[in-house]
T-cell receptor, first 115, second 117 residues
Framework: SAVISQKPSRDICQRGTSLTIQCQVDSQVTMMFWYRQQPGQSLTLIATANQGSEATYESGFVIDKFPISRPNLTFSTLTVSNMSPEDSSIYLC????????????FGPGTRLTVL | AQKVTQAQTEISVVEKEDVTLDCVYETRDTTYYLFWYKQPPSGELVFLIRRNSFDEQNEISGRYSWNFQKSTSSFNFTITASQVVDSAVYFCALSEYSGGGADGLTFGKGTHLIIQP
């Protein structure tokens, strides 16, 4: 399995500001994903981030609000823009390992609180 | 569109009891993957098992076992002789296959399992 780290692990932000979350993997992976877990809820896929192409967003999520970068096969960022208290969630990145297994492993998450 | 249903919101059992967590899924694809993840109180998401749609063989790993039945679109998870450390939220998830690789996961709402000492 891949070792995944996220920065920051948590943050408290003011309404109207933006936060960029980093996801680093210890090996090259083709597919990376970003999820949101609202308080007490399940996980919802935000977007798929593949290196060398635009991120693919799920219904209800837009690039202006959640811009994503994927500059190489080990790193991705998710920005939460113009934040409101409704954006308070845990944001998790995951990676799909290669070799035909396609198991998704998750990072530790970034706990975001917007005041 | 795919969907995963975990009808049990919360289950509470006494330690050493067996417990089964239910998962029912919907998909139009013939190729898909099913997963179970554990989320303990610390918050990290721990991978437990992955099963592809062509492999209906049940699996056992220690005290954990999984029963995959395509006929009923179910992928149930049983913990035998439960322990307090099994207390967590358990998520069932589905991933369809787009040809270029697995898609993102669709999660069920999760089952909060409480094991009482």
């Amino acid at each position: 399995s891949a070792v995944i780290s996220q920065k920051p692990s948590r943050d408290i932000c003011q309404r109207g500001t933006s936060l960029t979350i980093q996801c680093q993997v210890d090996s090259q992976v083709t597919m990376m994903f970003w999820y949101r877990q609202q308080p007490g809820q399940s996980l919802t896929l935000i977007a798929t981030a593949n290196q060398g192409s635009e991120a693919t967003y799920e219904s209800g999520f837009v690039i202006d609000k959640f811009p994503i970068s994927r500059p190489n096969l080990t790193f991705s960022t998710l920005t939460v823009s113009n934040m409101s208290p409704e954006d308070s969630s845990i944001y998790l990145c995951s990676v799909a390992t290669s070799g035909g297994t396609d198991t998704q492993y998750f990072g530790p998450g970034t706990r975001l609180t917007v005041l | 569109a795919q969907k995963v249903t975990q009808a049990q919101t919360e289950i509470s059992v006494v330690e050493k009891e067996d417990v089964t967590l239910d998962c029912v899924y919907e998909t139009r694809d013939t190729t898909y993957y099913l997963f179970w993840y554990k989320q303990p109180p610390s918050g990290e998401l721990v991978f437990l098992i992955r099963r592809n749609s062509f492999d209906e063989q049940n699996e056992i790993s220690g005290r954990y076992s999984w029963n995959f039945q395509k006929s009923t679109s179910s992928f149930n998870f049983t913990i035998t002789a439960s322990q307090v450390v099994d207390s967590a939220v358990y998520f069932c998830a589905l991933s369809e296959y787009s040809g270029g690789g697995a898609d993102g996961l669709t999660f069920g709402k999760g089952t909060h399992l409480i094991i009482q000492p």
